[in-house]
């Protein structure tokens, strides 16, 4: 996802970006105490023992699930800051993907500088100015529990050669002695750029961040279509992968061995590598954004389209996800003359959009079974699978197993490869996080099942098998907004 100020930015990507705003003055922080109840302190995030997922450093699995806030620290007053988090937070959020420079020109909505002379070897650090407004935030965050992924400059920055070989040290270094100590914080090097693309400064901010931020996890933000673990994989400062399938349907995808909507296998190919990271689809296609991204007349994705990029990912072996909506990633508002993506709605109101609110049941779900024996296992559908939408994903545990279908058609499944004498199964519904208990019977041969409803795109469901004897594997009941 590329964001420009009113032209083709240089990865190519057209997008209307908002202009000025109505300056206010910065406020006290304790003029904003009015924010939602605090969550519980974030500690540092680690890599889970196994490599695959991520956990938190009390070794409590941490399921990953993000928004994209990119122009958070650019557009949003104080008070909006706050409602943002709020939001989020209600609805399961615990990490946020913003970037800090999205422009070297960049100001706040308070009219604050991030730069002297558009210079990232200068930051501008004049009190109640701009990077006081940054740490402020971080600091909301933290106090709701939510973690702050960090993109230190946008690729874009690097393209026009304002970051660069003589500033990209000076800068990091900067943003790691002022942020490497918050336990809330992650990296996110590159910035909707290719790793092939001015390397070397990847290189150097992500050596820098490891050596003066050595606590802190750093991944790779990489340009749509690609996976960081195609440059970055081996390098010892790259904690975990990420890849952006990015907003293209099938048929709009023609890149060499083009996966299309299939970001299921940008996972398979990442957990295949060694050393062993853990990886997720940092960048899918966005709710309320146009197919293709670029033509505004293209249909928008939906709120069912964004739940298949999550299952898919995260049935393969995906250590969480990240949503984005269209409206919400470049704050949109009302005030702005030529809104992204010809948008005609306000951040505020597309953040309670279904999808984004649907999100949290598969973060719940995920949670809900033995977190860190998870693994993919295609094995577990009988027979051949279906192509493109009519793709299952499956996924298990010792004594549990998953099954995503986005069609709702019936499938078949090789029973006996989980642990069990009998199999309780019951039908979980993505839109709602409710549970239909089913049936139950013998964990041998092969089995038909047929979810609810009728067979068609957006009609769908997980299948949960649990061992019938394993009270803890109990149907998930309708959870609450609290």
């Not at 908002?18 to 406020?27: A, D, I, K, N, Y």
């Not at 039908?427 to 041998?444: I, V, Y």
Request: glycine fraction near 8%; aromatic fraction near 12%; proline fraction near 8%.
């Amino acid at each position: 996802m590329s964001l420009s100020t009113g032209r083709d930015d240089p990865n190519g990507h057209p997008l209307g970006q908002p202009t000025s705003v109505t300056l206010e003055p910065m406020r006290p922080a304790a003029f904003l105490a009015f924010s939602a109840t605090l969550a519980a302190a974030p500690l540092p995030l680690q890599i889970s023992p196994n490599h695959r997922y991520l956990q938190t450093s009390g070794g409590k699995p941490f399921f990953w699930l993000a928004d994209t806030g990119w122009l958070l620290f650019h557009k949003l007053t104080r008070e909006e800051s706050v409602r943002y988090l709020d939001t989020r937070q209600a609805q399961g959020y615990n990490v946020i993907q913003v970037m800090v420079l999205h422009t070297a020109a960049a100001r706040n909505v308070y009219g604050k500088s991030a730069l002297i002379e558009n210079d990232p070897a200068r930051p501008n650090t004049e009190p109640g100015g701009y990077w006081d407004h940054v740490d402020w935030v971080i600091e909301q965050a933290a106090d709701k529990g939510i973690y702050m992924a960090l993109v230190p400059a946008w690729g874009s920055l690097a393209n026009a050669g304002q970051l660069n070989a003589d500033n990209v040290e000076t800068y990091t270094r900067f943003l790691a002695n002022r942020y490497g100590k918050r336990p809330n914080v992650v990296w996110l090097t590159g910035g909707d750029i290719r790793g092939d693309r001015h390397p070397s400064l990847w290189k150097i901010m992500g050596r820098t961040l490891r050596q003066v931020a050595p606590a802190q996890l750093i991944t790779y933000h990489p340009f749509g279509r690609t996976q960081s673990s195609t440059w970055h994989h081996t390098e010892p400062w790259l904690d975990f992968n990420m890849f952006q399938s990015g907003h293209r349907r099938y048929d709009q995808d023609d890149t060499p061995g083009a996966k299309g909507e299939d970001n299921w296998r940008y996972v398979a190919e990442d957990l295949a590598l060694e050393p062993p990271k853990p990886t997720l689809d940092g960048e899918p296609s966005y709710e309320r954004i146009p197919q293709g991204l670029h033509d505004f007349k293209q249909p928008l994705w939906q709120d069912h389209d964004v739940r298949r990029y999550a299952y898919w990912s995260v049935f393969a072996g995906s250590c969480g996800h990240t949503y984005g909506n269209g409206a919400v990633m470049p704050m949109i508002k009302s005030t702005d003359a030529k809104p992204a993506y010809g948008l005609n709605v306000a951040w505020d109101d597309a953040i309670n959009d279904r999808g984004a609110v649907q999100m949290r049941h598969l973060k719940r779900l995920m949670l809900s079974r033995p977190y860190f024996e998870r693994v993919p296992d295609q094995s577990l559908i009988a027979g051949k699978n279906g192509e493109r939408y009519d793709y299952i994903a499956a996924t298990r545990g010792r004594r549990y197993a998953m099954f995503y279908t986005y069609t709702g058609r019936p499938f078949e499944v090789a029973l006996g490869k989980i642990e069990g004498t009998r199999l309780r199964a019951a039908w979980f519904d993505p839109r709602t996080g409710a549970s239909l208990p089913a049936e139950e019977f013998p964990n041998r041969g092969t089995r038909r099942f047929t979810p609810p409803g009728e067979s068609r795109p957006g009609n769908d469901w997980v299948l949960l098998l649990d061992d019938a004897a394993n009270p803890a594997l109990a149907a998930i009941p309708l959870p609450s907004l609290q």
